[in-house]
């Protein structure tokens, strides 16, 4: 589960999983005492519970940790745990492309940041074709589903309420870019195929979970998968 609170990755890891501690910047226990001035960097915290990931959640939510990189959070019970901080949020769903032409990606500007296409799907509506939807909508193109992609999950608060969205990607092949323009009415101003290096580029101003998206993408390209 990529969980992406205040643009912030929160990774949730079973206790069997492979743990390189060399690769963070701080490892802690459960029982260690600690600040939201302490989590600087790559962060793992070992046998976390519910209790302790309410209050991990309430800190990303409240302070602006600009130091903390990521968060990752090892448990035994990881089923129970995820289950647990869905409780704590409106669940909505979304979905969303990551389309392909000539070896260029899509991307979309919108509200002075460069986005994928993606939008919430409507009430009972099939994934696949809700993703479709969406990026033919906000895109004006026509796309066909070439394969799936990690979800991601980011939070935010609506109307005095907490909201977890979750977006299911898929790979997308243009078919028709014809009479390509942005969606106006959802704000977009620009859409753009772009070169791997462009997007590249342009990744340091995007959300965190587009990046994440985009880099397990080009990564599995570059090994010689299809996303």
């Known amino acids: 589960m990529n969980v992406f609170i205040n643009d912030i990755p929160l990774i949730i890891k ?7 501690k060399h690769k ?3 490892v802690l226990g459960k029982d260690d005492q600690f600040t939201s001035k302490d989590l600087v960097g790559d962060v793992l915290i070992r046998d976390v519970d519910p209790i302790l990931i309410d209050r991990l959640v309430r800190l990303m939510e409240v302070k602006k940790l600009k130091k903390l990189d990521s968060l990752t959070l090892v448990t035994d019970k990881k089923k129970k745990l995820i289950e647990h901080l869905k409780d704590q949020f409106k669940i909505i769903k979304a979905a ?3 389309v392909e032409k000539d070896g260029k990606l899509l991307m979309i500007h919108r509200l002075g940041i460069w986005d994928l296409p993606k939008g919430k799907l409507n009430k009972g509506e099939d994934v696949q074709l ?7 909508e906000e895109c004006n193109i026509k796309v066909a589903i070439t394969g799936e992609l ?3 999950w980011h939070s935010y608060a609506y109307k005095g309420k907490k909201i977890l969205k979750k977006t299911s990607w898929f790979t997308m092949q243009c078919l028709d870019d014809t009479y390509m323009k942005p969606q106006a009415e959802e704000f977009i101003e620009e859409v753009r195929f772009m070169s791997p290096n462009e997007v590249l580029e342009v990744l340091p101003d995007t959300y965190a979970s587009i990046q994440f998206v985009i880099r397990g993408y080009l990564r599995a390209m570059r090994k010689g998968g299809k996303g």
């Open 14 to 20: 079973k206790s069997s999983d492979k743990i390189f």
């Open 24 to 26: 963070y910047d701080l």
């Open 96 to 98: 969303g492309g990551l």
């Open 130 to 136: 809700g993703a479709l939807r969406e990026v033919e």
């Open 150 to 152: 990690p979800n991601t």
